[in-house]
């Protein structure tokens, strides 16, 4: 497939405006756009120069120039809108979280392989190139096996019930919003799969999760901690504490810059790699190499399913559940 490739978005908010300033400062065009509502769709396709504004996701999925749907909505709409696209033969790279529990994702992940679809989470950490470097340096041996991992992610949102945050109905919560983030990265050098998962959590008063820690241990003696706020602001940190050294990264969820500390000399040195402003388009790049060539291995989907597994059972423990969840 050597032309273009035809990128459509469902959803107009933050994040979404993020991804549609990437394309334009990489010079392509987003072929068209769904929101909640029409006028928003067209504001959005005014500002960023789309070409189509579609008057749902059933009128998107019936175009058939549109390759890449690229979805942008609260947590709890993913599922039945990821569905509709990969039965539309497209494919999909969908927010964080991908889905709200592991059900769900498989049930998806499915579906894609059985349509040969690319199906990825839209996890910036991913496709930083500085992980990339490091998680070299750590296959080669350069820092030796990486022993304990701690990240911390905390926001200061004001609270309001009516706030995707703060708001069951939307999937809201520290886990699912934040904690995504944490997890991912603390994923992205373990071994394997966690073997044990503990955590405390203290909720808000809407009954999504405000304050929690957790912690992993896999079989090959690995251990990690995660502690999240959605109502207390901490620094966006991850240290990785190898046998030869400790990496600490801050601003970890869009990183460039990494320090590494020796752990004999006490030397630290700093590591750069790529750039933070360039985050959405390694994304973007990332995806359509993966549906060019069919290899979508760089997308870490494994690594996906393995975050949202934890974060399900962590929500079980924790007695949980979002209203689709409780009727479905």
């Known amino acids: 497939m050597d032309r273009e490739l035809n990128w459509a978005f469902i959803g107009t908010g933050t994040i979404a405006n993020q991804m549609a300033t990437a394309f334009s400062d990489a010079g392509r065009r987003i072929l068209g756009v769904t929101g909640r509502s029409y006028s928003k769709a067209e504001s959005f396709a005014l500002k960023y120069g789309v070409g189509k504004v579609y008057c749902g996701v059933d009128d998107l999925c019936a175009d058939p120039e549109v390759d890449i749907v690229y979805i942008a909505t609260p947590n709890n709409t993913h599922y039945g809108q990821i ?57 080669i041996g350069e820092l030796g096996k990486a022993r304990i991992i701690t990240a911390n992610f905390g926001s200061f949102k004001n609270y309001d019930p009516n706030n995707r945050f703060f708001n069951m109905e939307l999937g809201g919560g520290a886990l699912l919003d ?94 750069t790699a790529g750039e933070r402003s360039k985050a959405l388009i390694y994304e973007i790049e990332d995806m359509e190499r993966a549906v060019r060539t069919g290899d979508a291995s760089a997308m870490l989907f494994g690594h996906t399913l393995s975050v949202m597994d934890t974060m399900t059972a962590i929500r079980k423990e924790w007695g949980l559940e979002y209203p689709e969840e409780k009727n479905g």
Do not use: W
């Open 178 to 271: 934040i904690g995504v983030y944490a997890l991912s990265a603390v994923r992205l050098f373990l071994d394997s799969d966690p073997s044990n998962v503990f955590s405390v959590m203290v909720p808000a008063q809407s009954g999504t999760d405000d304050l929690s820690a957790i912690a992993l241990a896999t079989e090959t003696g690995q251990v990690a901690t995660v502690a999240l706020s959605m109502h207390s602001k901490q620094p966006k940190r991850i240290m990785v504490s190898f046998e030869k050294a400790y990496v600490e990264i801050p601003d970890y969820p869009r990183a460039d810059t990494a320090y590494i500390t020796d752990a004999q000399t006490g030397e630290t040195r700093q590591l």
């Open 83 to 139: 569905k509709q696209c990969l039965e539309a033969g497209k494919h999909v790279i969908a927010e964080k979280a991908i889905t709200l529990n592991i059900s769900e994702l498989k049930q998806l992940s499915r579906i894609a392989t059985e349509r040969g679809l690319i199906l990825v989470e839209a996890q910036t950490i991913y496709h930083m190139p500085l992980y990339k470097k490091l998680k070299r340096m750590s296959d």
